[in-house]
């Protein structure tokens, strides 16, 4: 069964700091995704992401945060100038398209210090 | 309430019962999608449901979706131990972006 892969899979970080959260989408999948679920809270949609652009975003998603997919494979998400706040699970997700399954990856807990 | 709303927020059985779990929204849907995560760790997508279709089936578990009245059911019939995990019903609306809005999610607890 294919997989998306998330890594790291925890990461600690001081508050102030850049960090980068790195996924492995589903190969032939198009479509990709960042969510996040704050300790005890629904998951919360941040970004979708088609064709090397945003194709949609929340308001979470500030310019704090950005998303890029520096090759062929890897889908990342930067979170500059870390807030207590934005420690919380991140899961990627891709999908071969609206309306089809997903696939989440095992998401990386960030823990702001 | 919130899209994706699920009640109860917990529920406790014995194996070998059948769970029940319900969603409503509020907005139009393309389809809805229920998910299962153990604690701590990811989303395993279980079944989605199309908005022209009405029930489904995978295995142990089956999905309804009422459109005229944003509601949807999952049941999990026969329940094991191993089905505790958190439940969760997320809705992909029709913006072709394919974002889901999940609800708050329906703590199963199957007790040997």
């Known amino acids: 069964e294919p997989e998306v892969t998330q890594t790291p899979s925890h990461q600690v970080t001081q508050m102030g700091q850049e960090v980068i959260l790195r996924c492995v989408p589903i190969?032939?999948?198009?479509?990709f995704y960042w969510y996040r679920q704050i300790l005890g809270q629904k998951v919360e949609f941040l970004v979708s992401f088609y064709n090397n652009e945003i194709s949609e975003k929340s308001e979470i998603f500030d310019d704090q945060f950005s998303v890029e997919r520096p090759d062929g494979s890897n889908f990342t998400l930067k979170i500059r100038s870390t807030k207590l706040e934005d420690s919380a699970m991140y899961f990627c997700?891709?999908?071969?398209?609206?309306?089809?399954?997903?696939?989440f990856g095992s998401g990386t807990r960030l823990t702001v210090v | 309430s919130q899209q994706g709303e699920e009640d109860p927020q917990a529920l406790s059985i014995q194996e070998g019962e059948n769970a029940t779990m319900n969603c409503s929204y509020k907005?139009?849907?393309?389809?809805l999608q229920w998910y299962r995560q153990n604690s701590g760790r990811g989303l395993v997508h279980l079944i989605l449901i199309r908005s022209n279709e009405r029930e489904k089936h995978s295995g142990r578990l089956r999905v309804t979706l009422d459109t005229s009245k944003k509601s949807s059911s999952l049941l999990i019939t026969a329940s094991r131990a191993a089905d505790t995990a958190s439940y969760f019903c997320a809705t992909d609306a029709p913006s072709n972006t394919g974002k889901l809005i999940f609800g708050q999610g329906t703590t199963l607890q199957v007790k040997p």
């Open positions: 997700a891709s999908s071969a398209g609206p309306g089809r399954g997903y696939t």
């Open positions: 907005t139009s849907i393309n389809n």
């Open positions: 190969s032939n999948h198009l479509y």
